[in-house]
Structures are given as C-alpha cells and as structure tokens.
C-alpha cells in the first residue's frame, strides 16, 4: 500500500485509509508512553505481539455475537478494520481494585471488587483524561441514553468474554478499557467495539504470583514489556509455548 493517505496518528496506532470505501488500515507502533505520555520507549516487537492480540480478541467476540470492527489480520503490524464514529470515551470496566479507583477511594489495590464496575472517561490527553458522569455525556452530547445503556451492555459482554479467556490461561483480568464506535445504516447506527485489546488496554494479573503482565510493567519499571506481553500471548496459543520475546517480525501466519 504504497503512497497511501494517514487518516490519523495517535501513541500506538496508526490509521491509513484502507482499500474499500468504509475501511481502514490500523498499524501497530512500537511505541510505549505512560502518564499521557510524560513516559515514553520504543519496546521493538511490542505492535507485532499487540496486534496479534488485538486479532486474537476481537475475532474471539465476533464469535460470540460482540460486533467489532476487526474485519482482518494483513500482515505483522496491521488490520483492516471498519471504518466508525468513535465515540469520544474511553470506557473502563473494574474487577479488582487497582491503579486510579484504588487511588481516590483509597481501596487496597487487590481487593476484588463486589460487582464489575463501568466508568466513563472523556477522551482527552490535554484535560488528562478525566473521569465523567452520565450526566456530562448526555448533557454535552456525546451519547444519549439508549447509547450509554448499549456501552454498558456491550462492555459487560466484553468483560464476560475476556475474563473467561484469561481464567483459563491462569490470568486475573483486573480491568481493561474500551472504545465504542458508531456505524450508520441509513438513519440508523448501532455501536460496536473498536480500537484495540490487547495488555496496553488491560490490567492482567497472573492468579497465582500476582506478577503483572501489562503495561504496568513499563509504568512501574518492573522488568521487560515484551517478555510480559509474550507470556500472555503464549499461554493464549497466539505464540507456540517454545516462543521467545518478539524482536522482530518472524512470526508465521
């Protein structure tokens, strides 16, 4: 795809226009930022192993009746993806206390939450990120409220899926975030997942050890990013078991 026109860059992703009317082509970087992006690397292999994952994931809810935008694996750093509304939220799902809710409520990170918990942020790396209401979604636009109950749902739904992947590989999937996308038909749209998932967009615990497995390892300089996104993509299957870290592109299809 020689030439082709960038529609968007952001820390991790880039997006090109893709072939087809209505698709885009999302590349993997390799770059890692924390703290919006007060904290930065370029950890060689990361975008290869997300996209995989990402890849790994949303075909999983495909298969399940969760609508994303994943149309297709192209190569090692990218996908064609459908082409969406996104919504400018990020929305978070909790199960374990950790990181910022563990900070304002003043909850020991670990303790398992009673119920998953859905917290909305606006998108916004000037404004930080911050955390908003119903209220301020319905009331500057963002979404109605048919459109925040389906976000709920469909987060819920992602949660189910996802929680259960990891379980079964010996992971605790302490929170992750999403972003939910619009498409139309005609005059109507329905909402559907979109962006990325992968352990740049999740907290994942090993049961066991307690030992992180996502980009907290970077946050916290806890040892090496790719060994850690390796681990999760092996005990996945996305990697054989034999794997070592990704350096580069050599992974076979």
């Not at 681990?231 to 299809?253: D, I």
Request: net charge negative; proline share 5%; with cysteine.
């Amino acid at each position: 795809m020689a030439r082709r026109k960038k529609v968007y860059e952001g820390k991790a992703k880039i997006l090109y226009e893709g072939p087809e009317p209505g698709t885009l082509v999302q590349y993997f970087k390799d770059d890692a930022t924390a703290f919006n992006a007060e904290k930065k690397d370029v950890i060689e292999g990361k975008g290869v192993l997300n996209n995989r994952l990402s890849e790994f994931f949303m075909n999983g809810l495909n298969a399940v009746g969760v609508p994303t935008h994943f149309i297709k694996r192209l190569n090692m750093r990218e996908q064609l993806i459908r082409s969406v509304e996104i919504i400018p939220l990020e929305v978070v799902v909790r199960n374990v206390a950790a990181g910022s809710l563990s900070k304002r409520l003043g909850i020991e990170e670990g303790q398992p939450l009673p119920r998953p918990i859905i917290e909305f942020y606006f998108k916004d790396d000037k404004l930080g990120d911050p955390m908003v209401s119903e209220e301020h979604i319905i009331a500057f636009g963002w979404a109605n409220q048919q459109d925040i109950d389906d976000m709920v749902a469909l987060a819920l739904r992602v949660n189910d899926f996802l929680s259960g992947c990891m379980l079964a590989v010996g992971i605790r999937l302490v929170d992750f975030k999403i972003e939910i996308g619009r498409i139309w038909e005609n005059d109507f749209h329905r909402l559907i997942v979109a962006d990325e998932i992968s352990p740049d967009s999740c907290r994942l615990w090993d049961i066991e050890t307690g030992k992180k497995l996502d980009k907290d390892v970077f946050r916290q300089d806890l040892g090496s990013l790719s060994d850690a996104y390796t681990e999760v993509a092996r005990r996945l299957g996305v990697l054989p078991h034999n794997s070592g870290p990704v350096t580069r592109p050599h992974l076979v299809n």
